[in-house]
């Protein structure tokens, strides 16, 4: 078992669509979780990062970590095309080398 | 401003050649990563330094990889003996510091290298 299991998808949803992409883990030390957008043929950018449990709300974006199960999610609200990506959940222990999901292709359909 | 940037961005090998990736990262950043990532495995870490000391990650990846900083946003990631497993994207990342919590965690990657092993 992976330390840190993300569903590949794709997911494919329509336009204006509330998304919700999740991670599972299973390392108790992880206290650092990121979520990185990465475009075709593009390096990994970050996109939210949270330290240990609780929400952060960045415009469309909330990530939501929840420590006691282990989840962590990424919640984009009123889709668009241009958020067609793969994103990819990430954490750490605290050393400065995350950990990473496989990466969620997300298609975001007009 | 320049990000991260690397070349070539693909490469296509003989299996049992030698390759050379280069990176060329932010200026000022002092911690320089490279990754590996394939459909199957995700991103992995092969090894990262702080300033000109190169630490490998344990138990991965086997001798035949290693990297060299011949300039402080230089990196050249080496791969010996190359094998069919061996294709994958390889990408370079920076970040300003060596520690999270203190805002300079953030890594930049750069856009990849597609290497092909035939």
């Known amino acids: 078992q992976k330390e840190v299991e993300q569903d590949p998808g794709p997911l494919s949803v329509p336009e204006g669509a509330i998304v919700s992409l999740n991670c599972t883990y299973s390392?108790?030390?992880?206290?650092?979780f990121m979520w990185y957008r990465q475009y075709s043929r593009k390096g990994p950018e970050l996109l939210m990062y949270?330290?240990?449990?609780g929400n952060k709300e960045d415009g469309r974006f909330t990530a939501q970590v929840d420590k006691s199960s282990k989840y962590i999610s990424l919640f984009i609200r009123d889709s668009q095309p241009s958020d067609s990506a793969t994103y990819l959940c990430?954490?750490?222990?605290?050393?400065?080398?995350?950990?990473f999901g496989r990466g969620t292709s997300l298609i975001v359909h007009p | 401003g320049a990000g991260v940037s690397q070349s070539p961005r693909y490469k296509v090998a003989k299996r049992g050649r030698d390759v050379a990736l280069r990176c060329d990262s932010i200026s000022g950043h002092v911690t320089l990563y490279w990754y590996r990532q394939t459909l199957g495995q995700g991103s992995e870490v092969l090894t990262y330094s702080q300033s000109d000391a190169q630490r490998d990650k344990s138990g991965r990846p086997s001798g035949r990889f290693s990297a060299e900083r011949p300039e402080r946003s230089v990196s050249t990631l080496k791969i010996q003996r190359t094998e069919q497993g061996d294709s994958a994207v390889y990408l370079c990342?920076?970040?300003?510091?060596?520690?999270w919590g203190g805002g300079d965690y953030e890594q930049y990657f750069g856009p990849g290298t597609r290497l092909t092993v035939t």
């Open positions: 390392n108790s030390a992880f206290q650092y």
């Open positions: 990342a920076s970040s300003l510091g060596a520690s």
């Open positions: 949270t330290y240990s449990s």
């Open positions: 990430a954490m750490s222990g605290g050393s400065y080398i995350p950990t």
